[in-house]
């Protein structure tokens, strides 16, 4: 999955209607002070019909951007097959990753390096042990929140061989930067 290019698709929708309705706000505001400064429209004229167009219009604009994004996040969630299994337990302040029956953690002087096959899905079964972490991956512009007691399932997929870093995106205690681990894709 190319959590990076569905995202980034509804990141562009978010900026056009970010910018549409900068648009007709900067302009709203300039007819106004025009026709302030000629002295016309003293008092608060009574526009029902324009008020529920209005009202209609922002309510159809939120409806889309709150359907595609459900319809973004629905296709990212959706779990495929996949080859390798990873358990990931986030625990203050470290990861435990346990695939194949050998587990990997960290320490206080590096972090676990977890190896994965590149190219292929790879399942990833994450929970927490105390308190919420979020196992985030920045250059897959992948994030997803780690729960106490609490299994969730997700699938990535690591296009190229390397090594990505990771990161809990959750502040969860004093030592929460050092919170980091690395995934080998090969």
Do not use: N
Not at 10 to 25: A, D, F, Q, R
Not at 122 to 150: E, G, M, Y
């Amino acid at each position: 999955m190319d959590t990076r290019s569905d995202f980034g698709g509804l990141w562009h929708l978010y900026l056009g209607v970010e910018g549409v309705v900068l648009v007709i706000v900067v302009a709203a505001i300039a007819i106004g002070l025009v026709r302030s400064r000629r002295g016309a429209g003293h008092g608060v004229e009574k526009r029902p019909k324009l008020e529920t167009a209005y009202a209609i219009v922002l309510a159809a604009i939120a409806a889309t951007l709150v359907g595609f994004t459900f319809h973004t996040e629905a296709r990212e969630d959706r779990v495929e097959p996949a080859g390798t299994t990873v358990d990931v337990v986030a625990f203050k302040w470290g990861w435990a990753f346990t695939t194949g029956g050998k587990t990997v953690v960290g320490d206080d002087r590096a972090p676990p390096v977890l190896s994965v096959p590149a190219g292929r899905p790879v399942r990833f079964v994450l929970r927490s042990r105390d308190v919420i972490h979020a196992f985030w991956v920045p250059s897959l512009r992948f994030k997803r929140d780690a729960f106490p007691w609490r299994s969730t399932q997700f699938d990535l997929v690591f296009d190229h061989p390397g090594t990505y870093v990771g990161r809990c995106a959750e502040f969860c205690g004093l030592q929460h930067a050092g919170m980091t681990f690395q995934v080998r894709a090969t």
